[in-house]
């Protein structure tokens, strides 16, 4: 029999995050919950499933406090072997109109809280010489959507460290991965009691708002949403343990979750290519003489496909 996977998942409240969990401990593994005041929130998570295990964890706490957290962590278990950063948190607002407290707040929820679980996991990670990140990005860090700006500016951010940290810590062994979804129905766009966000009160945006999300633009509220929230654990699970579809194949950095992530990212890509092509005489222009070549040390350290 193979030994069970120790999994911690944060933002394990609600949405994905306690999907996620559900869903590893019925498959078998064991699963530390964390989130925040959890222990109280959720406190009969576990009689559901005794593989289940639950932790209090704000991920803006300070990183001294965060180390803590994880330090109680490992002791469940003696390990962790995959840890799942899934808390995070969107608002809209135009970016003009994005008060400072709250553009702090997003990034310290989807970002820097982010950065700092993996910094207090790494090193125990490293001491095992195994494990894997895993960070749940968004197609829309690829794309730009007026008015969930700062969500975007915050998932771009995420995609970037997942990456460098691939590229950082897979000669020890360990692993990073970026799953990168669309819409699924979840409580991320429920408005809160924070006064965060919402429609534009600058009039001059309202009209751009409304074409964009107002009865203007002609969409149902259903294609917002077309991955269905019960399937994406069991795709996750998959591509980190090598299983189902992702049987015999070699985990990747980045994985795009739901149609409308990946048709806005293919179309992003083919854009970005032409765009490339129709302005390389002004690319160019700006190198020095018999500079042409790009090294090979360059494109081999960056490259985001597994190293052969
Ligand atoms: N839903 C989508 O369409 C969609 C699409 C792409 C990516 N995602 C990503 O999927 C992940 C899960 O979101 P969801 O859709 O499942 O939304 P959700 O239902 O709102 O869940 C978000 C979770 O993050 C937690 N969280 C927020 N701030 C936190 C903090 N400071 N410390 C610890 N936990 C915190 C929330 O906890 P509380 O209960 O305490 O608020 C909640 O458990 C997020 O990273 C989101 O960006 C979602």
Do not use: E, P, Q, Y
């Given at each position: 029999m193979t030994q069970q996977l120790v999994w911690l998942v944060t933002g394990s409240t609600g949405?994905?995050?306690l999907a996620l969990v559900r869903t590893i401990s019925a498959r078998g593994d064991l699963v530390i919950a964390t989130g925040r005041n959890i222990s109280s929130r959720l406190s009969s998570l576990p009689s559901e499933n005794p593989n289940i295990y639950l932790l209090d964890l704000d991920v803006v706490s300070p990183l001294e406090d965060i180390k803590s957290?994880?330090?109680?962590?490992?002791?469940?278990?003696g390990r962790i072997d995959v840890l799942i950063n899934n808390a995070g948190m969107s608002r809209m607002s135009s970016l003009e109109e994005g008060s400072e407290e709250f553009v702090k707040t997003i990034f310290d929820v989807n970002l820097f809280g982010s950065i700092k679980v993996a910094q207090a996991v790494l090193p125990h990670m490293r001491s095992r010489k195994t494990g894997t990140v895993a960070f749940i990005?968004?197609?829309?860090g690829w794309i730009a959507m007026p008015f969930l700006s700062h969500y975007s500016l915050t998932k771009a951010s995420l995609t970037m460290f997942a990456e460098a940290l691939q590229h950082e810590i897979s000669p020890l062994g360990l692993r990073s991965i970026i799953f990168e979804p669309g819409g699924f129905d979840s409580d991320l766009a429920t408005p809160r009691n924070d006064g965060f966000g919402g429609p534009p009160k600058i009039e001059d945006y309202q009209p751009v708002f409304g074409s964009v999300f107002g009865a203007a633009s002609g969409i149902p509220k259903s294609a917002m949403a077309p991955s269905d929230i019960a399937k994406i654990p069991d795709a996750i699970i998959d591509v980190i343990k090598g299983e189902g579809l992702a049987k015999g194949?070699?985990?990747p950095l980045r994985v795009v979750l739901g149609p409308d992530s990946m048709d806005g990212i293919r179309q992003k890509c083919k854009e970005q290519l032409e765009l490339l092509d129709e302005w390389e005489d002004v690319t160019l222009s700006v190198m020095k003489e018999g500079h042409r070549e790009t090294s090979r040390w360059l494109l081999d350290n960056v490259s985001i496909l597994p190293k052969s």
């Open positions: 949405g994905s995050g957290v994880i330090a109680s962590a490992v002791a469940i278990h990005g968004a197609g829309l194949r070699t985990m």
